[in-house]
């Protein structure tokens, strides 16, 4: 079963995430900040990571960098998940090396696609 970290402070948002990803078989972890998120990622590394770009302390986009510049994590599959809709925060995430970028809020056929079309990449490609 592949595991799912979410990463928001929104407990509404990580709530509904939860139930959509657990009824389609995945397992669920929830960080409310970008510290925790990076201290789970290290402890028990995820199959792939949900992130939002508002949080508090940390950004999302400085948790992608951090993630993106690690040798240890760079090739671990990262979905953005935003309220922002604007040009500039999905050029950005792409850019830093975002593997896909959702606006909330997400329908749950939109998510749970994504989240198994980068799961099936990052089990295909070479490690």
Do not use: W
């Amino acid at each position: 079963m592949a595991k799912i970290l979410i990463v928001d402070d929104d407990d509404g948002m990580t709530d509904l995430l939860k139930i959509h990803l657990r009824r389609d078989g995945l397992e669920i972890e929830i960080a409310p900040d970008a510290a925790v998120a990076l201290r789970s990622i290290i402890a028990n590394p995820p199959d792939l990571i949900l992130l939002d770009v508002e949080m508090p302390y940390m950004g999302g986009l400085e948790v992608l960098k951090a993630l993106k510049s690690d040798p240890a994590t760079r090739r671990k599959p990262v979905i953005v998940l935003t309220s922002r809709s604007d040009e500039e925060c999905f050029s950005e995430a792409k850019k830093i090396g975002a593997d896909s970028f959702l606006t909330k809020p997400v329908s749950r056929e939109n998510l749970l696609g994504e989240v198994a079309l980068r799961l099936a990449q990052s089990l295909a490609a070479p490690r």
